[in-house]
């Protein structure tokens, strides 16, 4: 029997007793009540019997002279009161009598001696009457003593029927005198039992209310310990079902509904295979008879699928057997377990060597492309120090800067030489990245490195390429534009006029594809970040003074001339100065050739923010605004049909961007119209930056 | 005192071409006497005999570059004094670091003027020659 059961009973048992306690009680007070009623009526019927005597008694007295009594009374109108009582009296005892109630047998004869009683004193009275009459009339002593005699003789009758009354009261006294001791003593057991009962009510009530009590404790226990579990059961992580003996779902918590898409109610009293995919159903069909833990493949009822995990337990609930099934959606592990898979194929085939250290720098693990590219294999290397593959190629200082940047940012990349188990030094792309714990702690670092012996090869080869090129096209060209040139000049003998302007013409256009390849290997060796930078702290004034020089006779040719506003001597950058020169050429023939025929150009360095901006600025015609966004594009000419501004590639200002790009600066422009155009570049301010970030880059 | 003058130059350029457009820009226009020859070998043939005053070299050149015909050369008593200048289609930053550190007074890149090359060279000669002379003092 379970506890909820025998908590039932119990609470029925206690309530059965209350009630019949309560009966008990109702039925002993409704004793008393009546023992009491008859108590009362005894007493009533005996002071109405008293009633209907009593007065006659005191009548009675003897030596009395009874008609002087029955004159006074007469006089005083007392024995027609007597009357009046006593048929009141006698009328209630009728009633009695009529309605059948208790103990009417105690006065039976009584009616028939007051009856005669009452005639009798009638009589008397009349008797009475009768000698006051003749004795007013005067009558004859005779006349009334015949009266006095009658009277007599009725009174006689009278006291006879009276006597036999007040016989018959008190024998009724005895028997009602037994009768009341009878009430009374059934009445004081009937208040004993009652105490008694009392008593045995307020020790049950007692007892029931600890009984209630301690039932309700334990009810609100079982449900509280009921809600609890129901709590537990519909927030678990994993979904639980209950199958009967039949194989039928009895009982889906809120996961399994979650999981499997669906309520309880549409799946209690369903087969729990239904919720297996037919595919794994064979699988689940072996295990059912025992525990089991093992993957399924979980069919929601809209029919798709999903990996799952049944751990099967076999218990007994109110003797009948129950199959308890713990149910885990796996799809997210199984995701990590892919993911994991992935990694771990990606780390097996990846043609990137890869070696994980632990926070020591000490060697755990490496992959089959470490192993390609550096000739040792894993089980040669683990716990060891990277160090082993150093070639000296790099001095301590660079491993320090190594170090450095790891520690501060956790992570360092860049190119160094190693050396493989063969001796052999080779050049490698080297990714190191410091892997933490939650807590921010490193545990490993995670070196990634490839091999970059082929594209070095590349590099050197596409160097050389950009080298022969540039080489072989300015060769012949250099023939040309020099022919031209001596021929233009009369070294080979005058010209004629015509002649003169056709070498001129050709010489320009030799001139304008020197520009072209230059740009075009500039841009290419920017492009391919093979242009070299040689960065040093420079006096921007300078710059700006030689680039002025430089180009004063270009202006010259168009009639421009180049004016440098008041310098600022503590303006120093680091930059090339060879390639910040190309940047103010550029920008300078630029302004020249839009300039208009007796303008300046105008050179000035000012300060913003953090920052040194130098600018030129020419009084041209401006640049439309539909030309602005392709100001810095390859090849762009706002009108390439000028030919006082033509001459131009249409490279330099994106070659101009690149380098200051690339020197870490920006570059821009403002035109109005008709009125100026001014480009400026910004370059950061020397002191900010602190001389060990001079790099050479190339 | 008689200001020194530029008049013998060597000159080392395997194009013949732009050979004969520099001889004829440095002869006709600068009034140089110039020894031109097309390779290191033929200007170790040359050197002695000449004595030049400055080493004008190409330096692509096959076989021995124009780096490698200086350091050749300098071992020439002949030469070894003469400075040099550099006269390349290839040339970048690091390069000009490069040739500067040997010694090469100047780098003149083609295609250049011819006639402004004979002005270039004394120029950069004369510089040279006056920056010898400040530090003699």
Known sequence: MNIQKRHNLEYLAAWLLILAFFAWTANLLLNVQSDWAQSNEITRIDQDVHALFDPWRDLNRPGNDVLENYEVEIQTNSFERYLVEYSAARARLEVHRAAKMPMTDFYVGMDEAAATAEVLASRVLQLAAEREALRLSGAAPDSIRLVETEAATTMARMDQAFQSGLDLIANMDVRLDGRLRELVASRRASIGSLYLILLVALLGSVFSLVLLRRTAIQGEALRSSAERINAIVNNVVDGIISVDDAGNVESFNRTAERMFGCDAEQIVGLPFIDLIDPESREQYNEITLDYDESEYLGRRLDASEFPMEIAATRIEVDARPLLVYIVRDITERKHAEERLRLAASVFENTTEGIMITDQDAAIQSTNPAFTAITGFTAEEVIGKNPRILQSGAQSADFYEAMWESITATGHWQGELNNRRKNGEIYPQWLNINAIRDAR???????????????????????????????????????????????????????????????????????????????????????????????????????????????????AQQYDVRLHAEQG??????????????????????????????????????????????????????????????????????????????????????????????????????????????????????????????????? | MKQATLSRILYVEDDPDIRELVTMSLQLIGKFQVAACDSCAAALDLVDEFSPELLLLDVMMPDVDGPATLQVLRERVSAENAPAIFITAKVDAGDMQRYRKMGVLDVIVKPFDPMLLSSQVEQIWRSNRSNLNDNNK
């Open chain 1, 568 to 698: 600022i001597r503590e303006a120093r950058v680091l930059a090339d100065k060879d390639r910040l020169m190309q940047v103010l050429a550029n920008l300078l023939s630029n302004a020249v050739k839009h300039s208009p025929s007796g303008g300046v150009v105008r050179v000035s360095v000012q300060r913003q923010s953090e920052y040194w901006r130098v600018s030129v600025v020419d009084n041209g015609p401006g640049i439309p605004d539909s030309f602005h966004d392709k100001v810095f594009s390859k090849f762009a000419q706002a009108d390439g049909t000028d030919r006082r501004q033509g001459g131009g590639t249409g490279l330099g200002l994106s070659i101009c961007k690149a380098i200051i790009d690339r020197l870490g600066g920006r570059i821009g422009f403002d035109s109005e119209p008709g009125v100026r155009t001014s480009f400026y570049f910004d370059l950061p301010v020397m002191q900010r930056q602190a001389m060990a970030d001079v790099v050479v880059s190339g």
């Open chain 1, 440 to 554: 921010g702690r490193v545990t490993n670092y995670v070196g990634v490195t490839f091999d970059i012996t082929e594209l070095k090869a590349s590099e050197r080869m596409k160097d050389e390429f950009i080298a022969t090129v540039s080489h072989e096209l300015r060769t012949p060209l250099t023939s040309i534009h020099g022919s031209l040139r001596l021929l233009g000049g009369g070294v080979a003998g005058e010209l004629s006029e015509e002649s003169a302007r056709l070498v001129r013409i050709a010489d320009d256009n030799s001139q304008r594809l020197v520009r072209l390849i230059d740009d075009i290997l500039n841009i290419a060796k920017i492009e391919a970040e093979k242009m070299r930078f040689l960065l040093q702290p420079l006096a921007i004034d300078d710059v700006i003074g030689r680039a002025i020089e430089a180009n004063r006779d270009f």
